[in-house]
């Protein structure tokens, strides 16, 4: 059984995502979340559902594979996240998670349309 420890996962998500200036990175976060859905094999559920799976909505995913992209680093030491060490780690920061990760979602809602179309 995973255990949670709230400052192991600010400190991954510190290493990960702070820019040199101790700053969130935000294009580098967005990428780096977006790949979790579209490209990383190990979450290859989260595509299924961005594409597939219309029940799943696009904020829930990104958050899902926010969350996916810290237990990668966490399941080592045997640790997963929370949701209310994302969003603390936002709030130490400063930052809204909501408007974080607005430019994610719009991307990932851009992805679910154009493969609408394409798939018509």
């Not at 420890?5 to 935000?26: A, P």
């Amino acid at each position: 059984m995973l255990h949670t420890n709230q400052n192991e996962t600010i400190s991954v998500l510190d290493g990960k995502f702070l820019d040199s200036n101790g700053k969130i990175d935000i294009s580098y976060f967005t990428g780096e979340v977006k790949n979790y859905v579209i490209n990383c094999s190990s979450t290859v559920y989260l595509y299924h559902w961005l594409v597939d799976d219309r029940r799943h909505p696009i904020h829930s995913i990104a958050w899902q594979a926010l969350t996916e992209c810290v237990d990668m680093e966490l399941k080592y030491d045997g640790l997963r996240c929370t949701s209310a060490h994302l969003k603390k780690w936002f709030e130490i920061h400063g930052l809204d998670y909501k408007e974080v990760m607005k430019p994610l979602i719009t991307q990932l809602t851009d992805e679910r349309e154009e493969y609408m179309e394409e798939n018509k």
